[in-house]
């Protein structure tokens, strides 16, 4: 195996300045560069992967921040980020934010230093003065911000469709439990969609925010609780994930309210989840993995400098089961 | 900010000296070697991770391979190492290996090329042999290697648990659904423990084992599908997966058996969608987030030559809910 000394024999220049090339550190001439380059190349020096990174200026890492793993949403994102990077000859560097700022702002920071050769954001308690500092490639989950592409499922049809699928049931009292509205998401539209389609066909409705912890199951558990003491009427639920869905079911259960006879619910991203509770939940389902592709490809696209579209929207699809 | 030249100068020795003993090659006595620590340190030299990583011998990254992160089991148990990891300040590798052979022996090159400060396996497709190659700390989820120390539940007396509860109400003719049990893991002691338990009890049973891939729905409802058929008389189910357990409910269901009424149904796991199913399913808990952390934490005692133990077995603890 050829090493340093080898390669710098060959390409007529010190130790220093292969050291120099490969830690792309001082003043270095094109020309040398492409000297030391091509002795490497000769040589088929092989520094290890850690070097390389530098050589090539690429670590073969893409980082992924999520909420939090375990939330099924997420897992299957994070999946299909896996399987695509894999395809690239990349590594998935994972990191829960626990939507706490200081730890996503940590790991983006950490990630820098891993010379990472991109970042998909798929948690957003951050400002956006936090992602303009960013020189990585960066693509945002369900996040609109000016210069940076996002992927997102068509978050507004999904909102209308769960509605108008409620009404034309002949649910007259409409209850909508979402995600934190404080969070600048593009889930948001969801709501605003579900609402306003809502009244526009005359029909009731009351809307419930959670926490902005994604994943307090106590959280979901005394929302529902209280929705169905101060509404004990309700008849059609929109839920804003598969998992809200599974919960206001198993209260269904527990008040003795029959679903579909009593009562309707539709949930929102069709994971697995969805299709193996019983009764199956009706849901407005994005497709996850295209998503995930999609995300790998605009860390791609922006490394190589090729054109890529700023707006990734996905259409949903309304996957009928059991509960409506 | 100081360079290399710096270094090299503060430390009396040339450039290459620096780079040599930044990148661990050549031959650099050790009094040189603490010289240019020293001046590294006096000057505050912060060179960045990929170059720090190559100065201390760690990269701060752990890797993970899972069969599929998707799974509930492994995305909970994911969590739980990922905020450990970051405890001790080190990132995430996620793998998912889609249990082929080729996929984890190409991962665990690559996180030997990133010089990985250990690998956490949990997914077991390989032969012995490739493990014992390696060179990094490594623990092992559920199986059991010579050598490498090991996090694993109590399968044993899990399996024992679920079949004497469902003989204590009364089920008289038992199926358990279970893993391949040619992989060579140790989740297959439920399956002997739970036939031996059933067999000293006189009670009769079957045992069904699904495929090779950990996550094929089509499989669960094949499986299930054709016990029902040939069995339409079971009144107790011990799964091996809060999943799996979760296709029997949906069957029972579609079937019109009453759960559990006709039918009793005992998971395992406890992954959080043992709790949101409606009726919420009945279990023997492996206590995931304690065995990610202690995963996590024999990486680190082997890297840092503390004394560990090889064989980390955790208590199963029975969560009765609605299916018995």
């Known amino acids: 195996m050829s090493t340093i000394n080898d390669v710098a024999e060959r390409a007529g220049v010190s130790v220093t300045t292969v050291s120099r090339v490969l830690n792309n550190r001082g003043y270095i001439s094109e020309k040398t560069r492409q000297n030391v380059y091509r002795a490497m190349q000769e040589l088929q020096y092989q520094p290890n992967e850690i070097a390389r990174s530098?050589?090539?200026?690429?670590?073969?890492?893409?980082?992924?921040?999520?909420?939090?793993?375990?939330?099924?949403?997420?897992?299957?994102?994070?999946?299909?980020?896996?399987?695509?990077?894999?395809?690239?000859?990349?590594?998935?560097?994972?990191c829960n934010s626990h939507r706490d700022p200081d730890k996503e702002r940590e790991y983006i920071e950490m990630m820098r230093r891993h010379r990472v050769d991109g970042i998909i954001m798929g948690s957003h308690t951050l400002e956006i003065e936090d992602y303009r500092n960013l020189n990585n490639p960066?693509?945002?989950?369900?996040?609109?911000?000016?210069?940076?592409?996002?992927?997102?499922?068509?978050?507004?049809?999904?909102?209308?469709?769960?509605?108008?699928?409620?009404?034309?049931?002949?649910?007259?009292?409409?209850?909508?439990i979402c995600g934190n509205l404080r969070l600048d998401?593009?889930?948001?539209?969801?709501?605003?969609?579900?609402?306003?389609?809502?009244?526009?066909?005359?029909?009731w409705f009351t809307t419930l925010q959670t926490d902005m912890n994604v994943f307090d199951q106590s959280e979901y558990d005394r929302i529902i609780a209280e929705l169905f003491e101060h509404h004990p009427d309700i008849d059609g639920v929109f839920a804003t994930s598969d998992i809200i869905a599974?919960?206001?079911?198993?209260?269904?259960?527990?008040?003795?309210?029959?679903?579909?006879?009593?009562?309707?619910?539709?949930?929102?991203?069709?994971?697995?989840?969805?299709?193996?509770?019983?009764?199956?939940?009706?849901?407005?389902?994005?497709?996850?993995?295209?998503?995930?592709?999609?995300?790998?490809?605009?860390?791609?696209?922006?490394?190589?400098?090729?054109?890529?579209?700023?707006?990734?929207?996905?259409?949903?699809?309304?996957?009928?089961?059991?509960?409506?």
């Not at 793993?69 to 695509?84: D, G, K, L, T, Y």
């Not at 989950?141 to 999904?158: K, M, T, W, Y």
């Not at 998401?185 to 029909?203: K, W």
Request: charged fraction near 25%.
């Open 54 to 94: 530098l050589l090539r200026k690429q670590s073969n890492l893409i980082g992924l921040i999520v909420p939090e793993i375990s939330h099924p949403f997420f897992a299957e994102f994070a999946n299909a980020v896996e399987f695509h990077a894999y395809q690239y000859g990349c590594k998935l560097l994972l």
């Open 138 to 176: 960066i693509v945002t989950l369900d996040r609109r911000i000016d210069g940076i592409p996002f992927v997102a499922s068509d978050n507004e049809r999904g909102g209308e469709r769960a509605a108008r699928l409620l009404i034309a049931k002949g649910c007259r009292k409409l209850a909508h």
């Open 185 to 203: 998401m593009l889930a948001n539209r969801r709501t605003y969609a579900f609402e306003r389609t809502a009244q526009e066909s005359g029909v």
């Open 246 to 324: 599974a919960f206001v079911l198993k209260w269904c259960r527990k008040l003795g309210k029959q679903v579909p006879g009593d009562i309707r619910i539709v949930g929102y991203d069709d994971v697995r989840m969805a299709s193996w509770a019983s009764p199956g939940i009706t849901t407005i389902r994005q497709p996850i993995a295209e998503m995930g592709r999609t995300a790998v490809e605009l860390i791609r696209k922006q490394m190589d400098g090729e054109p890529y579209e700023m707006e990734n929207v996905f259409p949903i699809e309304l996957v009928e089961r059991e509960t409506t």
